[in-house]
């Protein structure tokens, strides 16, 4: 299940605009397959960690509106799901 998250976690050279870009649409079109039955596959409750989520928000006050935008889109995506542990550890 942490095969995903590896890739999300995966160091990036955020320098490159384009790669940024690329890594941005990745995370925002991973959140839009967000569900009630997909979450399992992000968030990894042993750990208390949500990678998607916490990669995402880093970028959250990015120079560039696009990225902005949909950090987001990532963000209401993950807010929408309806897991009791993911919203606990969201509101931590």
């Not at 649409?25 to 596959?41: A, D, E, G, P, R």
């Not at 935008?69 to 897991?83: H, K, P, Q």
Request: a neutral charge; zero cysteines; proline letters at 2%.
């Amino acid at each position: 299940n942490n095969h995903v998250n590896q890739l999300i976690k995966h160091p990036v050279n955020f320098q490159d605009e384009e790669l940024l870009a690329f890594y941005i649409s990745f995370l925002k079109t991973l959140s839009l397959k967000l569900n009630n039955k997909t979450i399992q596959f992000f968030f990894n409750d042993r750990l208390n960690s949500l990678p998607l989520y916490e990669e995402a928000i880093k970028f959250y006050d990015h120079q560039e509106g696009m990225v902005r935008t949909a950090v987001r889109a990532i963000t209401l995506n993950v807010y929408r799901v309806g897991d009791e542990t993911m919203h606990t550890f969201l509101t931590r």
